[in-house]
């Protein structure tokens, strides 16, 4: 089994937004080699998260605010008031919908569904984040 890691750079432009990355992810995977196997992706930051959806961008602005509905930035949050900022809804977010993606590999490709596209969510932008990359297999 052959193990090939990298890392995707991105600087999110506005403080909530969906950065489609499923080209870059691919780039690596030609890179790496590797035909069948896996793709982990993985966000390090507390205020991102990745995920899986169809590739329509009146869905990435429903669903940024479905998540300011479901978790507003209410002042009286414990993180709000402390010396850390006022981002306490990014992190919820991030918890809601989590830091990680895996993509089964197939014949070299992402074998994502028909409409599937990787998405990075940023929620507390404008930053410079890191993606990191690992793809495992054969």
Do not use: C
């Amino acid at each position: 089994m052959k193990i090939f890691s990298s890392t995707i750079r991105l600087n999110s432009k506005n403080k909530q937004e969906e950065i489609r990355i499923t080209d870059q992810v691919q780039a690596i995977l030609a890179e790496s080699e590797i035909t069948e196997g896996t793709a982990f992706i993985f966000t390090g930051h507390t205020t991102t998260a990745l995920h899986l959806n169809n590739t329509d961008s009146a869905l990435e602005k429903d669903f940024h605010e479905f998540l300011n509905n479901l978790v507003p930035n209410n002042e009286n949050y414990k993180h709000n008031k402390g010396e850390y900022g006022r981002n306490a809804d990014a992190h919820l977010k991030s918890v809601l919908i989590g830091n990680a993606v895996t993509v089964p590999i197939t014949r070299g490709r992402l074998a994502l569904g028909q409409w599937q596209t990787i998405y990075f969510s940023e929620f507390d932008g404008p930053r410079a984040r890191l993606v990191s990359v690992k793809i495992t297999g054969k």
